[in-house]
């Protein structure tokens, strides 16, 4: 690659564009690791991107109808970085752009969301970014349908590598975006053949062009430093009448002595040859330092949307007070003022007629309430619809025809559903649930956890979770995956043990605005054990007293969802031998955890024996059953110590002992 | 589709296809559960594979030549448990059958590795037999380069459904095969257009054809219900240059009154539309009977295969006596008998000039010393080869022109990754490792879960294990992930803190034969702690007193990996005021949990205060700071509870407090 040539041909651009590539440069040098090739690779692409078609405001960097930026090989953060600074996002200063990588400093290692406005996703897991763009560009679709194109109307562009093209997640986000021709949605590819081991052909052969082309995308080209055929290329791609990608050709670390090379990957940290590419990039100046007049240009960009943004708030207070306030409300991602109500009706109706049912059921039965009332829910399941019971009558489907429907065959894709769902959260506007089996929790997993690193509400009704699923087997059967999810940071776990429990987790679930959420709901039936009605929320305290002891309380029995049943019936046989015991109900750890100390010693006083009742492993359940500091009392555990098998449910409680007779002969041992 | 028709055409195929349908309708019916419609479907395909390509042995279900066949779409079971009941299989009989999915069978409700001979892998879980076929394949390719055509020379078999090429993983399979031109792998996918929610087009448009050719397969089509037409198209697939895909067009349900259904996916179980079907088939007699010609013909599949394993018995002898003893070896997945010798040498060597290493660089020295004595390893990475240290000078690459090369280029795919080295564990004669870094175990989960149920003694090397990783940030960061392989039944963890400790758990895990294990290794340099030699294997014990308290006991730190130097040093502390103090080092929560409870006590007494530190959360920690029934001590936790962040590790440890001061002031503010 001649860097003269390019300079020569378009000095403007090149500069400005080098702009991107000396402060990776400086910055990657200063914090003496992250990744240089990407950013300098790229930057052209992007700088064609950002002056030409991106619709954005750094002034309004949370404004709801600016273009969203992707970067999904989020290793090249300096690309992000350099773009915020260059183009004045308040809060990227050249301070931050210098404190690269540092304690303290927005400008992370990888682009974080909530660190620094402008970054619209956390990437760094490989394929997340491509993936949540499809969630972006559906609530798009879906909002600009509801809401009408005058207050939402725009595009999601995304910057993505080979690495994100090789994670299996990508192939999902492509299917779900080609089945849904998601036009709006345009993939940058930056093809520039390396990876970390090596040449992309060390490890695939694959024509993305024609694997795009195969799941319904419209494919394109371009020369990656050649700023007149980006601008062509992105054109086209907007055009197009699915979604569009555009295959990029670039030369990583462009004009380093690494360049075409995976050590251009990494981080280039040597003084000599740093300064050897600024040289051939003609880029005066000391480190941290751009031109003037190279500053100006950039910050210039940001009136074209100044305008459009102006122009934007001007069509939206068209619209009623009630509807402004109603659109306020689900960008801010609060939960709908009907909702209580409508949770306390389904609560005292399953009081008046209490049935036996699956808290999968009782889920539908709380969504038809409440999908009425919240109409920014946005419902799906990965292709379990029957099963997960997420579908109510009131959604309609979303679909090409008819993209205000708010219900998704997401196909059998539980990891690319998980992190669209993230992408609908991020884009706001609408609030995303929807269904797997509890044990395929594992597919999702990457997204789920990114979901409560970004802090996102997504709610995931996760149902046949235990062996109480009975006849499909231990490949069906959830074990580990309630402490799994318990084990990651901010995130709540909800088990709930009959209808009215389901209605307060939902509940909750519904009014988080900064935590996911996992429902773990039963395909059994089961009994109701809430029998009166209180308009209060026993759940919100995570744990509470359901049954208290006759007398003298020597046993307390702990349990969640289709286990609270068993405690209940261990209760009856232990108290009619005269021995005093306390139900407590805990359907999220997370929540009694978060109580002060004195309600968590009134709900789990010292001294009465303890036995935590659960069908997953006891991974988890120490804390509640020894006290945090020990000593708390003398405790057991009734749950599962390896995998399930494959039997009728009522069978399998049996066989792995997870029963009231269990419970009972391990709280009198413990007396 | 004209069922008459069908019949009238290949009369005696028909019969014996619908052999497979009859007993799928009548196990679904007994059972009230299970998928019927696929095993119908994909019956004829089956038939013409099993009856005129598959080499196999009903007598000899183990024989390392046979060809593998995988149902990748495990609901489908009863399709591979009539087959195995057909031809004979030995632990398959008619009352198994008749007991499909209830407690004790073998025939659970998806197929387990295991349970039943003929069963290759464990499936349900969508996408994992196509990917664990990868793993199969490249472990024919690279044992018939090393050991000769005379010994291993057979093909790999896969039934898929849409569910399994919807998954992510599918695509990462694809490449990784398509990439090393597997030819010996053979995909016939259910292309039936159903899904549970409906038409496949609901959630899909992709061609798959120019999905799999866009990676370098070759592809063809059949009629699936016509035997002619597929046996031209598998005839036609084990003579292509690549892996081959043969779309097979069929109708789920097929005769049946849910025929091209969604409902016809699930379990038909009507009796009255039961009968119907068998009517229209022609089929004679009552549930679970199969004319005594059908089950002959079926019987007699057996004696080619049969024959076939005769010669190869006899090719096999012509191998040297050592060779055979070797053979036999690998494929029993017995360690080698010089393991022990070398990682003897290499603890004693580490002792001897003992030096600040990272463990993921130790991991390198070790298996430098293993992968020579050893020779059946077979290693790669996720494209992090140069930090996961898992390449030795030794192992040459796998590549399609070097099939006995050792060493794998994965590409970015850790789930792909994981599933293939299930695969090659399950074929046997090799013995898989991989890494990926530690935060990546989340992409990976699917396979390594079924690594555990499996029984599979993969090994996964996950580097980069805490926050010691540094600016890459909280989203490569593990900080739930030892929490989640310690909560998986049948995993192994170990987080070994030096050299010496690493060898040790290498030769650990190199030395099961039932369960895999996750080596949890540091990014950063650590200090020896291990500093006079021993031959005994002392982490095989799970922990173990690494220092003990001068006087009197009133202190024991209990940490793992890198945070058993700031155990050591928040001991000198403690042990310079005076306070006896013990250090615990706990590699493996798991072995230390299988000892007997007198070794339990003895590293652990009842007395003193516990505190533990490790870099992550608290979660799995309870037991050995509490006791299992509580009242063993007062305790406490150095460790995280929340993500990361980005910055420097020397940083990260003091601003989350995971310092030797922390664990002095905790064990003191509990004296």
Not at 233 to 249: D, E, F, L, N, V
Not at 329 to 336: K, S
Not at 408 to 432: C, S
């Given at each position: 690659?001649?860097?003269?040539?390019?300079?020569?041909?378009?000095?403007?651009?090149?500069?400005?564009?080098?702009?991107?590539?000396?402060?990776?440069?400086?910055?990657?040098?200063?914090?003496?690791?992250?990744?240089?090739?990407?950013?300098?690779?790229m930057?052209?692409?992007?700088?064609?991107?950002?002056?030409?078609?991106?619709?954005?405001?750094?002034?309004?960097?949370?404004?709801?109808?600016?273009?969203?930026?992707?970067?999904?090989?989020?290793?090249?953060?300096?690309?992000?970085?350099?773009?915020?600074?260059?183009?004045?996002?308040?809060?990227?200063?050249?301070?931050?752009i210098?404190?690269?990588?540092?304690?303290?400093?927005?400008?992370?290692?990888?682009?974080?969301?909530?660190?620094?406005?402008?970054?619209?996703?956390?990437?760094?897991?490989?394929?997340?970014?491509?993936?949540?763009?499809?969630?972006?560009?559906?609530?798009?679709?879906?909002?600009?349908?509801r809401?009408?194109?005058?207050?939402?109307?725009?595009?999601?562009?995304?910057?993505?590598?080979?690495?994100?093209?090789?994670?299996?997640?990508?192939?999902?986000?492509?299917?779900i975006?080609?089945?849904?021709?998601?036009?709006?949605?345009?993939?940058?590819?930056?093809?520039?053949?390396?990876?970390?081991?090596?040449?992309?052909?060390?490890?695939?052969?694959?024509?993305?062009?024609?694997?795009?082309?195969?799941?319904?995308?419209?494919v394109?080209?371009?020369?990656?430093?050649?700023?007149?055929?980006?601008?062509r290329?992105?054109?086209?791609?907007?055009?197009?009448?699915?979604?569009?990608?555009?295959?990029?050709?670039t030369?990583?670390?462009?004009?380093?002595?690494?360049?075409?090379?995976?050590?251009?990957?990494?981080?280039?940290?040597?003084?000599?040859?740093?300064?050897?590419?600024?040289?051939?990039?003609?880029?005066?100046?000391?480190?941290?330092?751009?031109?003037?007049?190279?500053?100006?240009?950039?910050?210039?960009?940001?009136?074209?949307?100044?305008?459009?943004?102006a122009?934007?708030?001007?069509?939206?207070?068209?619209?009623?007070?009630?509807?402004?306030?109603?659109?306020a409300?689900?960008?801010?991602?609060?939960?709908?003022p009907?909702?209580?109500?409508?949770?306390?009706?389904?609560?005292?109706?399953?009081?008046?007629?209490?049935?036996?049912?699956?808290?999968?059921?009782?889920?539908?039965?709380?969504?038809?309430?409440?999908?009425?009332?919240?109409?920014?829910?946005?419902?799906?399941?990965?292709?379990?619809?029957?099963?997960?019971?997420?579908?109510?009558?009131d959604?309609?489907?979303?679909?090409?025809?008819?993209?205000?429907?708010?219900?998704?065959?997401?196909?059998?894709?539980?990891?690319?559903?998980?992190?669209?769902?993230?992408?609908?959260?991020?884009?706001?506007?609408?609030?995303?649930?929807?269904?797997?089996?509890?044990?395929?929790?594992d597919?999702?997993?990457?997204?789920?956890?990114?979901?409560?690193?970004?802090?996102?509400?997504?709610?995931?009704?996760?149902?046949?979770?235990?062996?109480?699923?009975?006849?499909?087997?231990?490949?069906?059967?959830?074990?580990?995956?309630?402490?799994?999810?318990?084990?990651?940071?901010?995130?709540?776990?909800?088990?709930?043990?009959?209808?009215?429990?389901?209605?307060?987790?939902?509940?909750?679930?519904?009014?988080?605005?900064?935590?996911?959420?996992?429902?773990?709901?039963?395909?059994?039936?089961?009994?109701?054990?809430?029998?009166?009605?209180?308009?209060?929320?026993?759940?919100?305290?995570?744990?509470y007293?359901?049954?208290?002891?006759?007398?003298?309380?020597?046993?307390?029995?702990?349990?969640?969802?289709?286990?609270?049943?068993?405690?209940?019936?261990?209760?009856?046989?232990?108290?009619?031998?005269?021995?005093?015991?306390?139900?407590?109900?805990?359907?999220?750890?997370?929540?009694?955890?978060?109580?002060?100390?004195?309600?968590?010693?009134?709900?789990?006083?010292?001294?009465?024996?303890?036995?935590?009742?659960?069908?997953?492993?006891?991974?988890?359940?120490?804390?509640?059953?020894?006290?945090?500091?020990?000593?708390?009392?003398?405790?057991?555990?009734?749950?599962?110590?390896?995998?399930?098998?494959s039997?009728?449910?009522?069978?399998?409680?049996?066989?792995?002992?997870?029963?009231?007779?269990?419970?009972?002969?391990?709280?009198?041992?413990?007396?």
């Open positions: 690659m001649e860097i003269a040539a390019l300079r020569a041909r378009h000095p403007d651009h090149w500069m400005r564009a080098t702009a991107i590539r000396a402060l990776t440069l400086d910055a990657v040098a200063a914090a003496n690791s992250g990744h240089s090739g990407m950013p300098m690779g930057a052209d692409v992007a700088t064609v991107l950002f002056s030409k078609h991106l619709k954005f405001d750094p002034k309004a960097p949370r404004w709801p109808d600016r273009d969203r930026f992707i970067l999904s090989a989020g290793h090249g953060s300096m690309l992000i970085y350099s773009l915020l600074y260059l183009t004045g996002y308040q809060d990227v200063t050249l301070d931050q210098k404190n690269f990588r540092q304690w303290g400093a927005i400008t992370a290692g990888h682009p974080e969301y909530g660190h620094v406005a402008g970054v619209e996703t956390t990437t760094g897991p490989l394929g997340q970014g491509i993936s949540n763009a499809v969630g972006f560009a559906m609530a798009e679709e879906h909002l600009r349908a809401w009408g194109a005058k207050v939402q109307d725009h595009y999601t562009y995304v910057i993505a590598g080979d690495g994100c093209l090789m994670e299996g997640v990508s192939q999902e986000a492509i299917g975006a080609g089945r849904h021709k998601l036009s709006r949605l345009i993939v940058l590819w930056d093809n520039n053949d390396i990876t970390i081991d090596g040449k992309v052909s060390l490890s695939d052969v694959t024509d993305q062009k024609a694997r795009f082309a195969a799941s319904g995308w419209d394109f080209e371009c020369d990656g430093h050649d700023p007149d055929d980006i601008d290329a992105i054109t086209a791609a907007k055009a197009s009448a699915g979604p569009a990608m555009i295959a990029c050709k030369h990583i670390a462009i004009g380093h002595a690494a360049q075409d090379t995976s050590k251009g990957h990494g981080a280039l940290t040597d003084k000599t040859q740093l300064q050897a590419a600024k040289d051939a990039y003609g880029w005066p100046g000391a480190a941290f330092e751009v031109p003037k007049d190279v500053k100006a240009w950039w910050e210039s960009l940001g009136a074209k949307g100044a305008k459009a943004r122009d934007w708030e001007i069509r939206l207070a068209t619209l009623s007070a009630a509807k402004q306030a109603e659109f409300r689900i960008f801010a991602g609060e939960p709908a009907k909702l209580g109500a409508a949770i306390r009706a389904v609560k005292k109706a399953a009081v008046e007629a209490p049935a036996k049912l699956a808290t999968r059921s009782a889920s539908e039965k709380v969504l038809a309430a409440v999908n009425p009332v919240m109409t920014e829910t946005f419902a799906g399941s990965a292709d379990l619809t029957g099963s997960n019971n997420t579908k109510t009558s959604l309609g489907m979303f679909d090409v025809s008819s993209r205000g429907g708010r219900y998704m065959y997401w196909g059998i894709r539980e990891h690319g559903m998980a992190a669209a769902m993230n992408g609908m959260a991020l884009h706001g506007g609408v609030r995303p649930y929807s269904g797997t089996f509890m044990a395929f929790t597919y999702a997993r990457p997204s789920m956890r990114l979901s409560a690193l970004m802090g996102l509400p997504v709610v995931y009704v996760m149902t046949h979770d235990s062996i109480g699923l009975g006849e499909d087997g231990p490949t069906h059967q959830p074990v580990e995956h309630l402490a799994i999810s318990r084990a990651t940071p901010n995130t709540l776990v909800f088990r709930p043990a009959d209808l009215v429990e389901v209605a307060e987790c939902w509940e909750l679930a519904l009014s988080q605005t900064g935590t996911p959420s996992v429902l773990a709901l039963s395909r059994q039936n089961l009994a109701a054990v809430r029998t009166a009605h209180t308009n209060q929320n026993l759940s919100a305290k995570g744990a007293v359901l049954a208290e002891a006759t007398g003298k309380r020597r046993v307390i029995l702990i349990a969640t969802g289709s286990e609270v049943e068993i405690a209940l019936k261990a209760r009856e046989a232990l108290e009619a031998e005269g021995i005093g015991t306390r139900v407590v109900s805990m359907p999220s750890m997370e929540l009694f955890a978060a109580q002060d100390e004195a309600y968590r010693k009134k709900v789990l006083p010292a001294g009465p024996v303890r036995v935590a009742i659960e069908a997953g492993v006891r991974q988890g359940w120490d804390r509640w059953l020894l006290g945090e500091r020990g000593r708390d009392g003398k405790a057991d555990f009734v749950g599962m110590s390896s995998f399930g098998a039997a009728p449910y009522e069978r399998l409680y049996k066989e792995f002992g997870i029963t009231a007779e269990a419970a009972v002969a391990k709280a009198k041992a413990l007396l």
